[in-house]
């Protein structure tokens, strides 16, 4: 059974911790960055590739190149445990738990609080993917697929809607009942 929940999280307002140099952390802080250009990270490696160094570049981004401390938790909300050695893993992860911080270990669905799906981003529209970390590789298809299926000026559409919005009177019922109406036959007229 499926019970995650999923959630938008303002990464920019939050501290993010990612422990991991090589090519797992490169890939956690490309698909955070992707999504959250002003995400707050904070990555610690032993060693740390040219590639983090590179994307890093002009970001929010403290890299600390030394070994993972329990004091690295400092300050932070959301952990992400992503070096080749699954012991480290597993000490952060069991770290990050005694102090209430969200914790995603790398590949190891079962050690995780929460999943970096696939994310489809048009402009304000933003859908995630989650496969329930089943298959990231199905994810990442799906958001291939759905990149290509909406249509480019999608944000356009948002932007009318939002405005449209503004100029609605009465009260959230009343709203909500007029914007479902005007968005279901946006829907039916292109069927």
Known sequence: ??????VFLKVSDLKILIVGGGAVGLEKLSFLLKSSPNANV?????????????????????????????????????VIAATDDLEVNLAIRKD????????????????????MGGIVTKGNLKIAISTNGKSPTLAKRLRQFFEDLLPENVDEL??????????????????????????????????
């Open 1 to 6: 059974m499926n019970e995650l929940y999923p």
């Open 42 to 78: 904070k990555l610690v490696a032993k060693e740390v590739c040219k590639d983090i160094r590179d994307l890093a570049r002009g970001m929010h981004v403290e890299i600390l190149e030394e070994a993972y401390q329990d004091h690295h938790l400092e300050g932070v909300q959301i």
């Open 96 to 115: 990050a738990k005694l102090k209430n911080i969200l914790v995603n270990v790398a590949d190891n669905p079962s050690y995780c609080d929460f999943y």
């Open 158 to 191: 948002l932007e009318n809607l939002d405005a449209y919005r503004k100029t609605i009177k009465g009260d959230f019922q009343d709203k909500l009942d007029h914007l479902n109406e005007l968005t279901k036959g946006m829907l039916d007229k292109q069927q």
